[in-house]
């Protein structure tokens, strides 16, 4: 499986972006997929996840404000972001797990290169 993220960019504080992952190489309908980001000289941390049945995660700094979903059609998983803050700045990727056990929350099969947001204040 391979993992395109895009849709970073630079924005203002209060601003909003929507980042896009797509997936080839196989189907990932029944794959849990998730965001994680990471700040400069800061480790990689979760953000959000959706499962097969369509439940949300949501790390508690950006519930009310992120929003993940998925578009199985289209093999694809996006992150709507609201409000963004500075706090917000990273290199953005997204992930994708197998039906399987899992070990930690960053336990991930397959990872996407990353895309930039910059938020300015």
């Known amino acids: 499986v391979q993992l395109q993220a895009s849709g970073g960019g630079l924005v203002q504080a209060g601003g909003s972006l929507t980042l896009s992952c797509v997936a080839s190489g196989r189907t990932v309908n029944t794959y849990t997929m998730g965001w994680f980001r990471q700040a400069p000289g800061k480790e990689r941390e979760f953000v959000s996840r959706?499962?097969?049945?369509?439940?949300?995660v949501y790390t508690d700094s950006v519930k009310g404000r992120f929003t993940i979903s998925r578009d199985n059609a289209k093999n694809t998983v996006y992150l709507q972001m609201s409000d963004l803050r500075p706090e917000d700045t990273g290199v953005y990727f997204c992930a994708a797990r197998r039906p399987r056990p899992v070990t930690s929350i960053m336990d991930y099969d397959y990872w996407g290169q990353g895309t930039l947001v910059t938020v300015s204040s």
């Open positions: 959706v499962i097969l049945s369509g439940i949300t």
